[in-house]
């Protein structure tokens, strides 16, 4: 893969092969994004190289959005102004962004992609696909992984501004993973396969079992953790209706959030 890699192939490497990870302080997530290459099994790796590529493939990637975003505000013919008030970013953080000068967490491209009436892949996706046949295909992105080995993937999702996801996560005992309020009536399904897993949501806690399912409406803070020695596995749906989000209310895929200064 080299420069003259056309840039949708490009980005889908790069949300391919790259791992996100971040470091939560009490209230705000700390602006750190593209941390980890995600390793081949039974590959050894050169940590020089693997370190270079990586900051290769997050600069290569910030570029690529930056013109993205300022293609479809200006296809939309939307001000600065008015894509912060739909993304609920500041207009210093789109201004950032559009000039290639931070690269978004996957929180953010969620806000934007919501914004711009797209899915996250379409974002990605200078040419996304407007076939809609009875059955597509789609791609499996892991968008999260901890220290630890806890990691979320996105198998699924709908295009548009109401969103609706399908998840399948993995929390390691002493991983906490906080999310702040989505969209208003935000609705959430989750059914526990392996282990034991503590949900809070504003101030209700439960504890559901290997077995076990809950619904929840996800628009207040709320966080997932194991809740026993051996690793929490579930699967989630998400679904998320569309309209104009107050600042601070994420979008439905941002549970993989960030702040970029």
Request: hydrophobic share 40%; net charge neutral.
């Amino acid at each position: 893969m080299d420069a003259s890699t056309p840039r949708p192939q490009w980005i889908a490497f790069v949300s391919k092969r790259i791992g996100y990870s971040f470091l939560t302080g009490s209230c705000n997530f700390v602006p750190v994004i593209i941390l980890t290459a995600i390793r081949e099994p039974r590959t050894q790796v050169n940590i020089m190289t693997n370190v270079t590529e990586a900051f290769d493939a997050e600069q290569a990637l910030g570029q690529a959005i930056a013109a993205r975003i300022r293609d479809l505000r200006r296809d939309q013919s939307l001000t600065l102004d008015r894509l912060a008030k739909l993304s609920g970013l500041s207009k210093g953080t789109v201004v950032a962004l559009e000039q290639g000068r931070a690269n978004p967490s996957i929180g953010i491209l969620c806000r934007l992609a919501a914004a711009f009436s797209l899915s996250v892949a379409d974002l990605l996706n200078e040419h996304p696909s407007t076939v809609r046949l009875p059955i597509e295909r789609t791609e499996t992105r892991r968008l999260w992984t901890s220290a630890k080995g806890s990691s979320a993937q996105l198998h699924s999702s709908t295009s548009g501004r109401t969103m609706f996801e399908l998840w399948s996560w993995v929390m390691m005992p002493g991983d906490v993973f906080s999310a702040d309020a989505h969209s208003p009536d935000t609705r959430e399904l989750i059914s526990v396969s392996q282990g034991a897993l503590s949900v809070v949501v504003g101030n209700h806690v439960e504890i559901l079992s290997e077995g076990e399912s809950a619904r929840l409406v996800t628009d207040q803070p709320h966080s997932y953790a194991a809740a026993s020695d051996v690793p929490a596995h579930f699967t989630m749906a998400v679904l998320e209706r569309g309209g104009y989000r107050n600042p601070g209310h994420s979008s439905t895929a941002a549970k993989i959030q960030g702040h970029v200064p």
